[in-house]
T-cell receptor
Framework: AQSVSQHNHHVILSEAASLELGCNYS??????LFWYVQYPGQHLQLLLK??????LVKGIKGFEAEFIKSKFSFNLRKPSVQWSDTAEYFC??????????FGQGTTLQVKP | DGGITQSPKYLFRKEGQNVTLSCEQN?????MYWYRQDPGQGLRLIYY???????QKGDIAEGYSVSREKKESFPLTVTSAQKNPTAFYLC?????????????FGPGTRLTVT
């Protein structure tokens, strides 16, 4: 069965620190990859996505993610976090079933 | 202003009662989904519907039922058979034609059963 694993469950950073959230998936075929974010009190919204082409994708608010096929990974990065980045982040994979499979989520807390 | 609405935001029920959660979208999306979100478990798919009058079970369908009589609406009923119904429920929709694979989410309903 397809699965998604997010390595970090709770991350605490100071403002201006760099961020990398890990995401690995288990499916070996063609995948579409997503990062969603859920800010406190807000809807879950799409941060960025990868379908094909350049494995380095850029999303909203300065986030980017790199698809490394050989490592089955799609890690999320941001060079310098802000207090407003405090949120829960979900990695998701769409494989051959057509369904989105979500990771467990990572709660990011940024201290001002 | 297009989007997905879920009501109510908070819902309280006694054990043994069925409860129906509402989900409406005006995005003209064909597909709709119900997820359950529990701390540390991410989102798990309950049911999904790719077209009106058709729906399929997701990964955790037991104790839930749905209907899709209209394109805009996809209500979820949490039955008394669901052993652990207290959770945050999210509805989503997507369009395979417009943005394949990308799902839009509603604000969620937090259900508490005591």
């Amino acid at each position: 069965a397809q699965s998604v694993s997010q390595h970090n469950h709770h991350v605490i950073l100071s403002e201006a620190a760099s961020l990398e959230l890990g995401c690995n998936y288990s499916y070996g075929g063609t995948v579409n990859l997503f990062w969603y974010v859920q800010y406190p009190g807000q809807h879950l919204q799409l941060l960025l996505k990868y379908f094909s082409g350049d494995p380095l994708v850029k999303g909203i608010k300065g986030f980017e993610a790199e698809f490394i096929k050989s490592k089955f990974s799609f890690n999320l990065r941001k060079p310098s976090v802000q207090w407003s980045d405090t949120a829960e982040y979900f990695c998701a994979v769409k494989g051959n079933t057509g369904k989105l499979i979500f990771g467990q989520g990572t709660t990011l807390q940024v201290k001002p | 202003d297009g989007g997905i609405t879920q009501s109510p935001k908070y819902l309280f029920r006694k054990e043994g009662q069925n409860v129906t959660l509402s989900c409406e979208q005006n995005l003209n999306h064909d597909a709709m989904y119900w997820y359950r979100q529990d701390p540390g478990q991410g989102l798990r798919l309950i049911y999904y519907s790719q077209i009106v009058n058709d729906f399929q079970k997701g990964d955790i369908a037991e104790g839930y039922s749905v209907s899709r009589e209209k394109k805009e609406s996809f209500p979820l009923t949490v039955t008394s058979a669901q052993k652990n119904p207290t959770a945050f429920y999210l509805c989503a929709s997507s369009s395979q034609e417009l943005r394949p694979g990308e799902q839009y989410f509603g604000p969620g309903t937090r259900l508490t059963v005591t």
